[in-house]
């Protein structure tokens, strides 16, 4: 008795699903007919997550926006749901693993390898030859090979900023005010007469703040996706992975940075502090801090800060595969992957589309400045704590077809694309560290370097009594396995990819 | 037959019993079922432990990886100091917190003021009601280098130069376990207090008619009357002495690297480990082997309790 009623349901589920399957061969066959690309496909509603603040009905409003395209288009309708940085990874876990439908999501690089080997996303080469072929074109064959495990490609890098550089960022009427001219300085060791000048002129003013606890280190070594091993400089050809904490640089600059703690320019507490640079700044108290460089990063620390900022460049831009760090991914639970990589083929390639997830609603949320550089602000009574769409253009497939918001240079995208183009590749730009063969080793290094990389980065240990103890401790938490695991792992990528 | 007579007598004695106490059961149902739905339903994640878990396939569809997941808590030798700093600062917690929270108890219901006795209640509880992350901020008004209120109203007012409070690990077991005490207090004392309220009147007054003091009052009498709850309160703790509290061993110490080696306990070695992996099979196997050994550690307690005085123990 069972075993029928088993086998008829299973009959009735095959015959509807010949049927659903049937239907849609034939429109999409008519669709192709008429040349429409596609409009007669069944409809189905693409939900898409990304980060950053915005309110449930300013999500529904965009989602019907921006629907209006996809629908004419594709059939297709588009869900946006929005979430906050701080619970962002925590609210993606949870959905992966409920099983809740989604189609698409944005996530940082870092956990690129573990979204893959714990089955979060799927690949999509097979949909990118389709119907994400305009896409495809369109980002170069380095960065796709950030994405590419295994021989299959399981994301979409963002098109923004894909290197870095480094510098130092500071409060531009202090700066000016010392009479030094800070043009020439060129490493961090020149920044010292600036700093000692600062002090003795503002003797209130920490000369040196540090950004939520940490200070960037001012290199250009590769950490070749994470986790401890790195290739000492990414502009070099040498293809060694070194344990960066046991290099002469890191000792040297910790060094200097320790002798500026004893100084009293770095500011005390600095690994302890939960407060950003920029408020420091903002609010008087620093004068500068390190920071990354792009195109626009004066503008964007003045905005955060109201102050007006010169950066001092001290490390040229370089790409390695860390900087690739946006990438757009299609999880496990979509129900057709095909059609969000069609919608974000139209995402990466329709400014009016990318226009409306990125900036919102003209009129609501932003107004036009200028049409024809096409610049925008926010409309009266509107600002960045109130909006109900926060605009994070990084943080979509493609910026660069998005609207410049006023304040920042009009050229900033082409700015960017030059500064892509022109920043050092790293050799090794394009591999993917897997570390789940030594998890084990990754969580004890983890604790060794919570211990000393922040404090030694502050300045505020010795590195003469401590560092003999850090890299001990991490010899001990088996950073030496890690190393050898990722120069394996190098080794074969750059065989094949010779 | 005789099973059979037996049967029918157990049976009738059930019915009887029901009908006794079948109120008392209909009340415990709605418990029992939140119990089930919320303590028991989630244990079969525990499988999670064992697996290298795959978010396509699921809980069950993920292959099996025996111990793998567990290794990582036993890899290093960090695995004895934190093991060390989680058991120890709950060791202190447990003594000096119930044998401070019984002395403010009874210090309490010593006080006749009515008025003065709900002032001094809410003043022990409010830290209690107080989120961690503002402690935490509390403790760094006090301690901060150069704007913190001992450096700088009371250290340099005596001449004395400040001190780095964040980067000195020496001083970190005593200020956590003074925040941990003055937070976690007035709770602990107010469970004491309710007990030492409910005690029989009359055995106060032939105390004081057998002539004893007030500190014979509460040698002989007060606190006999609580041991069955400070025994209660003490095995429930020490089923929790593998768990600390994050906010108190992270947000407090304001994660500072130079005093790991003091403030580093299970919990945030595994937070910090695993933030970035993101693996959810090695999560659980920590905080499966947390709860085995803090149910080892009850049943132990337990036994001990019951071999010294069988009336008082748990089970």
């Known amino acids: 008795m069972k075993k029928k009623r088993v086998a008829a349901a299973l009959c009735a589920v095959t015959l509807a699903g010949a049927m659903i399957a049937g239907c849609g061969g034939n429109d999409t066959a008519g669709g192709n007919d008429s040349g429409d690309n596609g409009n007669n496909q069944e409809s189905y509603t693409v939900k898409i997550l990304a980060p950053g603040d915005a309110s449930t009905e300013d999500c529904e409003k965009i989602s019907e926006a921006a629907s209006k395209i996809t629908e004419e288009k594709f059939n297709t309708k588009i869900e946006v749901t929005r979430v906050g940085f701080g619970s962002y990874d925590q609210q993606v876990n949870l959905m992966l693993a409920s099983g809740e439908k989604l189609d698409l999501m944005y996530q940082y690089c870092g956990n690129v390898t573990s979204a893959i080997s714990s089955g979060q996303i799927v690949p999509i080469d097979e949909y990118l030859d389709t119907v994400g072929k305009d896409l495809k074109e369109q980002i170069n064959e380095s960065d796709w090979k950030c994405v590419t495990f295994d021989g299959g490609i399981y994301g979409v890098p963002s098109n923004k900023e894909k290197a870095t550089g480094w510098g130092f960022a500071m409060n531009k009427e202090m700066a000016d005010a010392t009479g030094i001219d800070y043009s020439n300085i060129k490493t961090e060791a020149e920044l010292e007469p600036l700093l000692t000048k600062i002090k003795e002129m503002y003797p209130d003013v920490y000369p040196v703040v540090s950004h939520t606890g940490t200070m960037s280190l001012m290199t250009n070594q590769d950490d070749l996706g994470g986790d401890i091993g790195s290739l000492e400089s990414a502009a070099s050809e040498s293809t060694e992975v070194i344990n960066y904490y046991a290099s002469d640089k890191y000792m040297e600059e910790v060094k200097l940075r320790y002798d500026w703690g004893q100084k009293g320019l770095i500011m005390p507490d600095a690994s302890t502090t939960t407060e950003s640079a920029n408020s420091l700044i903002g609010s008087g108290k620093g004068f500068g801090r390190f920071t990354n460089t792009k195109p ?30 946006i990438v757009w991914y299609v999880p496990h639970n979509s129900e057709q992957p095909e059609r969000a990589v069609q919608v974000l083929n139209e995402m990466y390639t329709n400014p009016e589309l990318a226009n409306i997830l990125i900036n919102g609603i003209e009129g609501t949320h932003y107004q036009i400045v200028d049409e024809e550089k096409g610049v925008v602000n926010y409309p009266d009574g509107v600002n960045a704590s109130n909006t109900g769409y926060t605009s994070l253009p990084w943080a979509w497939p493609n910026e660069a077809i998005s609207y410049v918001w006023e304040g920042n240079p009009e050229d900033l995208w082409d700015q960017t694309q030059k500064f892509n183009e022109e920043a050092t590749v790293s050799p090794a730009k394009g591999f993917a560290w897997d570390n789940t063969p030594v998890q084990n080793q990754v969580t004890a290094c983890a604790n060794v370097i919570a211990k000393y990389g922040p404090a030694l980065e502050c300045g505020s240990l010795d590195p003469e009594t401590t560092m003999p103890k850090f890299l001990e401790e991490l010899k001990e938490a088996g950073a030496d396995d890690i190393i050898a695991e990722k120069q394996r792992q190098l080794d074969e990528w750059l065989k094949e990819n010779k | 037959m005789k099973k059979d007579i037996k049967k029918a007598g157990t049976g009738k004695r059930i019915g009887v019993h029901m009908k006794r106490y079948l109120p008392l059961y209909l009340m415990m149902l709605p418990g029992l079922v939140y119990l089930f739905i919320n303590n028991y339903m989630p244990m079969g994640g525990i499988l999670i432990a064992f697996k290298k878990y795959n978010y396509a396939k699921g809980i069950f569809g993920s292959p099996f990886v025996g111990l793998k997941n567990f290794e990582f808590l036993f890899a290093t030798k960090e695995a004895w100091t934190i093991t060390r700093n989680t058991l120890m600062y709950n060791l202190v917690f447990i003594v000096l917190g119930t044998v401070l929270a019984i002395a403010v108890a009874i210090l309490l219901n010593e006080i006749r003021s009515k008025m003065a006795k709900k002032v001094y209640q809410t003043v022990i509880l409010i830290p209690f009601l107080i989120s961690i992350v503002v402690v935490s901020y509390l403790v ?137 992996l993101n693996n959810i099979g090695m999560a659980s196997a920590a905080g499966l082997y947390q709860s085995l050994v803090g149910f080892a550690l009850v049943l132990i307690a337990n036994l001990i309790v019951r071999k010294l005085d069988k009336s008082n123990a748990l089970f």
């Open chain 1, 296 to 325: 626009g990063i004066e503008q964007e620390i003045e905005k955060e800060s109201g102050k007006d900022i010169a950066v001092i460049d001290l490390v040229d831009p370089y790409t390695t595969t860390t900087r690739v760090d």
């Open chain 2, 140 to 276: 760094y008004g006090f301690l901060s280098t150069d704007a913190g209120f001992i450096n700088n109203s009371i250290l340099n007012a005596m001449g004395k130069e400040g001190i780095g409070w964040y980067s000195e690990p020496k001083y970190w077991p005593g200020i956590l376990i003074f925040v941990n005490i003055w937070k976690n207090l007035g709770y602990n004392c107010i469970i004491y207090y309710a007990t030492v309220v409910g005690l029989d009147t009359s055995l106060y007054e032939s105390a004081a008619i057998d002539g004893a003091n007030r500190w014979q009052k509460i040698l002989h009498v007060t606190l006999p009357g609580l041991k069955p709850t400070i025994i209660t309160l003490t095995l429930m703790s020490v089923g929790r002495i593998f768990y600390s509290d994050f906010g108190l061993f992270y947000q407090v110490p304001m994660n500072s690297g130079p005093l790991i080696d003091v403030t580093n306990t299970i919990d945030t070695y595994v937070y910090r480990g695993l933030m970035e």
